[in-house]
């Protein structure tokens, strides 16, 4: 990991190293790979059932398993009232 001193030497290396055009060019690249990257998981999830959505979702976000068969928490209630309650 790098600390916060080398990402600075590290940026202003760049600039020096690097003319402007062509850093604009990476910098649209990598954007462009983002958003690539977006929509391929927006793709994804579109065709995935509901229920996966949710409980990958939720344990990306809070580090454990949404338990939709006996809800305890508020965040899972309502993730269960989300999913069955339409």
């Known amino acids: 990991m790098m600390s916060l001193s080398q990402d600075g030497a590290l ?4 600039r020096l190293a690097l003319p402007l055009p062509l ?3 990476l910098w649209s690249g990598r954007q462009l790979l983002w958003q690539w990257l977006c929509s391929l998981r ?3 999830h579109d065709r995935l ?4 959505v949710q409980a ?3 344990k990306r ?5 949404l338990n939709l068969a006996a809800p305890t928490t508020f965040n899972e209630k309502l993730h ?4 069955y309650y339409r």
Not at 11 to 14: C, E, F, W
Not at 49 to 52: A, K, T
Request: a positive charge.
């Open 11 to 14: 940026k202003a290396l760049v």
């Open 23 to 25: 850093r604009k060019a």
């Open 42 to 44: 927006q793709r994804v």
């Open 49 to 52: 059932p509901d229920r996966y």
């Open 56 to 58: 990958s979702e939720f």
């Open 61 to 65: 976000m809070l580090g454990r398993r």
């Open 80 to 83: 269960w009232l989300m999913l």
